[in-house]
């Protein structure tokens, strides 16, 4: 089973302040997908990257994929309590899409 | 939008008895899957379905799990006989065809073995 370490676990941030998210492995992946969990609810999928190097911004949130395709960086930018929440990667085992694995997470929480 | 839905959002049995949870796909989509969260620890792979059949499974979905697609449109989860350490959050979790194979989860089914 592949493994995607992300790091920090947990991080503490007041409103306004910046930040990165990293989601790292030693598997090269045809994609990683980015998901924030709030509590009691379901991932709800917020990107997916595929190519090497690639950029995506959704508002305030900004996804990188590394270039070699092992990893992912999440930035968000003038954080809001609202962007409070679990922030997984997730990615398919080289099996071919059966089986999607999540990170280890990263517990966020923005206080205003 | 579409959406998966399951129910019910909360179950509650008693160890030893049978549980079935309920899961609708998004209309349109091939691949299903179910996952589970323990409290506090990591969203984890159970099984994935596909063309009517398992296409993978976890060592975690032993015997005591199945799965099926009864009709058209439900997906079900069934543990015969459920055990304490069974207590957890399952989510199913639907995609399509596509090169990226987006997965998309339900609000998912506390349930609660006492």
């Known amino acids: 089973t592949q493994l995607l370490e992300q790091s920090p676990q947990f991080l503490s941030i007041q409103e306004g302040e910046n930040l990165t998210v990293y989601c790292n492995s030693s598997s090269v992946f045809s994609s990683l997908q980015w998901y924030r969990q709030e509590p009691g609810e379901g991932p709800v999928l917020l990107v997916t990257v595929v190519t090497g190097g690639e950029v995506k911004k959704l508002k305030r949130l900004t996804f990188q994929f590394g270039d070699a395709r092992k990893d992912s960086s999440l930035h968000i930018t003038a954080a809001q309590p609202g962007d409070t929440g679990l922030y997984l990667c997730a990615a398919y085992e080289n099996t071919g899409f059966q089986k999607l694995v999540f990170g280890t997470g990263t517990r966020l929480l923005v206080s205003p | ?110 349930l609660t073995v006492v």
Not at chain 2, 9 to 17: E, I, L
Not at chain 2, 28 to 47: A, P, S
Request: proline share 4%.
């Open chain 2, 1 to 110: 939008e579409p959406e998966v839905t399951q129910t019910p959002s909360h179950q509650v049995t008693q160890m030893g008895q049978e549980v079935i949870l309920r899961c609708v796909p998004i209309s349109n989509h091939l691949y299903f899957y179910w996952y589970r969260q323990i409290l506090g620890q990591k969203v984890e792979f159970l099984v994935s379905f596909y063309n009517n059949e398992i296409s993978e499974k976890s060592e975690i979905f032993d015997d005591q799990f199945s799965v099926e697609r009864p009709d058209g449109s439900n997906f079900t989860l069934k543990i015969r006989s459920t055990k304490l350490e069974d207590s957890a959050m399952y989510f199913c979790a639907s995609s399509k065809i596509s090169s990226e194979r987006e997965a998309f989860f339900g609000q998912g089914t506390r």
